[in-house]
């Protein structure tokens, strides 16, 4: 469940945030966010007009977000990133701008790769984009089939170095 024992570092999240389109988007979506350290960058950058869904199914993580996150269009969900599409529909959202995942992808069994990203395909609009960072480029093929469009960052400066993807069909 969790992709690594040390947070994430400052230069990862410039990275993984430099692609949403804050000015624009009505809904950013999180996926494991973990202890919330582009929660909190996301929150600090996001239009008042727009919601910020954050999904963590860890329960102690989910409930220290939900302790401390108290933005009116931030929405700390505790569940699963395979139920997007019912967790947007039960805030009364429609399909997201942009999903923005922690998730340890690699780390997990086929089937529930494959479940959650057909669920992002699913909540992304047409023009979205979803960014995801990796410790390693296993996932580049696996995403090159699902966006025509995927470039690579690489974060050097964090404990143990990252990839992140972005992804669009657009």
């Known amino acids: 469940m969790v992709g690594s024992l040390i947070p994430s570092s400052r230069f990862l999240a410039v990275k993984m945030l430099k692609n949403i389109p804050f000015d624009e ?9 973990g202890t919330g350290i582009f929660t909190e ?3 600090k950058r996001l239009n008042p007009n727009t919601h910020l869904v954050v999904i963590e199914l860890n329960d102690v993580f989910y409930n220290n977000l939900a302790a401390k996150t108290k933005q009116e269009n931030c929405h700390i969900v505790h569940g699963s990133a395979g139920d997007l599409e019912k967790i ?9 701008d942009c999903v923005v995942s922690s998730l340890p992808l690699s780390n997990f069994p086929k089937e529930l790769r494959v479940s959650i990203m057909q669920a992002v395909l699913q909540c992304l ?3 979205g984009t979803f960014i995801q960072f990796q410790y390693t480029l296993q996932s580049k093929k696996h995403f090159k089939s699902l966006f025509k469009h995927v470039s690579i960052d690489y974060a050097a400066f964090n404990f143990p170095p990252a990839f992140v993807y972005c992804c669009s069909n657009s």
Do not use: F, H, Q, R
């Open 25 to 33: 988007a009505k809904v950013i979506v999180e996926l494991g966010p």
């Open 41 to 43: 960058k996301i929150m």
């Open 88 to 96: 947007l529909s039960d805030l009364g959202l429609g399909k997201a």
């Open 125 to 127: 609009i047409p023009t």
